[in-house]
């Protein structure tokens, strides 16, 4: 089992719906969860992040985490073309110290 | 506010050349460093991090160093490179309790 999963996608959503990430994690103690947004090319992004269960809201972007069931979720409201990037979550494990171990990440389609 | 610079934004090396990239870090203090790499089509790798100068943790067994001779600079090397190299460099800093990390804008780097 990989430490931190996602799907891969595409994950494919018309403008304006809301767009649903998940990411799913092996280490019951992690306490630190960070969402990244990378574009073609470009450098990953940090858009969000949550340490403790319940959502948490940015904008138009709501972290969940649920550390019962081990899955941190982001949603995209009023999607944009602009959204469109791979979103890449993000974890500290326990006894990480400062590690970040990054899920291979999902790509997102906002469709006009 | 904090800046993280790279450079160069890109490189193309034969197979065993040298190389040498660089991070600088502006406006933070004793910042955590990292180096990943990136290939293509693949997840984030962590190569190196570092908690202070002269400070450096390998992750991962290859033919790369990295060095820190100042506060806020990080420096990744090789005496020959290998075609399986070639892929996304990305330099990273974090500072404070919760760890968030923050991309420079990465090192394209093709070995040929």
């Known amino acids: 089992q990989k430490e931190v999963e996602q799907n891969s996608g595409p994950l494919s959503v018309p403008e304006g719906a809301i767009a649903s990430l998940n990411c799913t994690y092996s280490d019951r103690g992690s306490q630190s969860f960070f969402w990244y947004r990378q574009y073609s090319g470009k450098s990953p992004e940090l858009i969000m992040s949550?340490?403790?269960?319940g959502d948490k809201e940015d904008g138009r972007f709501t972290a969940q985490l649920n550390k019962a069931s081990q899955y941190v979720s982001l949603l995209i409201r009023d999607s944009q073309p602009s959204d469109s990037a791979t979103y890449l979550c993000?974890?500290?494990?326990?006894?990480?110290?400062?590690?970040?171990?990054f899920g291979t990440g999902t790509q997102l389609k906002v469709e006009l | 506010s904090q800046t993280i610079h790279q450079w160069p934004a890109t490189l193309v090396q034969p197979v065993g050349s040298p190389l040498s990239l660089e991070c600088t870090v502006e406006?933070?203090?004793?910042?955590?460093l990292y180096w990943y790499r990136q290939a293509a089509g693949r997840g984030l790798q962590l190569l190196f991090y570092?908690?202070?100068?002269?400070?450096i943790s390998s992750e991962v067994p290859q033919n790369l160093s990295a060095s820190r001779p100042q506060d806020r600079q990080f420096i990744l090397s090789s005496k020959k490179l290998l075609l399986s190299d070639s892929g996304f460099y990305l330099c990273?800093?974090?500072?404070?309790?919760?760890?968030?990390?923050?991309f420079g804008p990465g090192t394209r780097l093709t070995v040929t």
């Open positions: 406006g933070t203090s004793n910042p955590n």
């Open positions: 949550i340490y403790s269960n």
């Open positions: 990273a800093w974090s500072a404070g309790h919760f760890n968030e990390q923050y």
């Open positions: 570092s908690v202070g100068i002269g400070q």
């Open positions: 993000a974890v500290i494990l326990t006894g990480g110290g400062n590690k970040l171990t």
